[in-house]
């Protein structure tokens, strides 16, 4: 979960009014396999269309105040608009502007994170299936898929510990195909 120490050095509360995720990528895995330093204080939930791949905005309002000298930390969770059992994981890459009733404009350094409402295990362990010739995930797709995902990590500028354990692990059942 993305989350953004917001530190305001000034005497007068700030209020932050949007955030907007700017996305350079969104990438489904595409293996068919059967079925901070400060408290986080506030949550806000980022739903991503799932049609789009390219380059694309997601806005979100915001109401959050942060008073004057402090340090308080926001997050945001991301994931794709809808969700259904069996879904595959989403690779998203993006930058988060936000902006404060002032005008003040903050842009937070680009991400790169891995995304699944059922979890990467399921993902995995239907590759593994692959490498004991079980199983419909085809093993070209796993190779390939490993291949794609340790050339994002490679790329990102800063990727999700979760997305680096998921490349690591793919990669090595991978080898084993």
Not at 54 to 83: C, G, I, L, N, W
Not at 136 to 151: L, W, Y
Not at 153 to 176: D, G, W
């Amino acid at each position: 979960m993305p989350s953004v120490t917001l530190r305001n050095t000034s005497g007068d509360p700030v209020l932050v009014t949007d955030a907007g995720f700017q996305f350079s990528s969104a990438e489904e895995l595409t293996c068919t396999s059967g079925a901070g330093g400060a408290q986080l204080r506030a949550q806000y939930n980022i739903k991503v269309p799932i049609q789009h791949s390219k380059s694309f905005t997601v806005k979100r309002k915001m109401k959050y105040t942060v008073p004057p000298h402090r340090q308080e930390r926001v997050a945001f969770s991301v994931d794709p608009e809808y969700e259904w059992e069996g879904q595959l994981p989403y690779i998203y890459t993006f930058t988060v502007v936000l902006h404060a009733d002032n005008e003040v404009r903050l842009d937070v350094p680009e991400s790169t994170v891995i995304i699944t409402p059922d979890g990467l295990k399921a993902y995995l362990e239907n590759a593994r299936t692959a490498t004991e010739g079980s199983g419909i995930t085809d093993p070209g797709c796993i190779r390939k898929e490993a291949k794609a995902v340790q050339k994002v990590v490679a790329e990102a500028k800063r990727p999700s510990p979760e997305l680096r354990e998921f490349s690591a692990e793919l990669t090595r059942i991978a080898q084993r195909l």
